[in-house]
């Protein structure tokens, strides 16, 4: 055998290898996928078969009727003004306050900026009953508030990535818009936040991804049906008291899925721009 033949074979090992790998890490996608076809009857009975003989589109029909007559209109809606002013407010408040950090000298800018990379490091389930307390003293709960407030004091991890970024932009050009006669607002929104747009947008998917999947929060403050998201809509599939109908839910979960990979199939450039340049300089 060749050099070039040797070449050739490892080349095709590679790719035979990466496309079992990739087929191993999509099976469950593609298991849904095909299951939200099946009779509900079938779908478990069937579960070593990846698609249907006989495909039911009729899942899509009946499970976007919903429940008690709130389809899943009313439940995408409301994921949509949940996540798209959470997204708007988390990403405006890491953006003003990595600037703070990244360029504005205050006292113990250090001490803060440690206290709020701490803050990462604590789990949900530490801060889940005070928050919940908080914010029932507040007469928040089965509102969109508890959702939707927190983010616009910024969110740690957005913070530290576009503080990143904002690292790399060189300080000779905030000196030379203040001699052009800038003040730190025209610097902030006319020099800096038009350079750090690629993690800002990296952030937003982020955020966008987080909000769309987020359970346990809606779970926690919201009561009322019809102020449901796409995430906890999909539950009330799963009633211990009836014949769950798993055609419909799976096709109801297949659908979720669609806004994240348009998405970030749309804006991926965004997040491998925005990460690697943020690792650029510490």
Known sequence: MTSKQKKLFKKLVQHVGLILFTFIMLYPLLWMVGSSFKESSAVFIDAHKLFPEE???????????????????????NTFIIVTIATIGSILSSTVIAYGFARIQFRFKKTWFAIMMMTMMLPFEMIMIPQYVMFNWFGWV??????IVPTFFGIPFFIFLILQFMRTIPKELDQAARIDGCNTIT??????VPLVVPAMMTAAIFSFYWRWDDFMA????????????????????????AVTNWGAMFAMTTLSLLPIMIIFFIFQRYIVEGISTSGLKG
């Open 187 to 192: 610097i902030f929104t006319r020099i800096i």
């Open 218 to 241: 809606p779970l926690l403050y919201l009561q009322t049906p019809t102020k449901y998201p796409v995430s906890l809509a999909l539950k009330l599939f799963s009633d211990p008291e």
């Open 142 to 147: 089965d509102t969109y508030l508890p959702l």
């Open 55 to 77: 495909w039911h589109f009729s899942n899509y029909v009946e499970g976007w009727k919903g429940f008690a007559d709130i389809s899943f209109t009313t439940f995408y809606k």
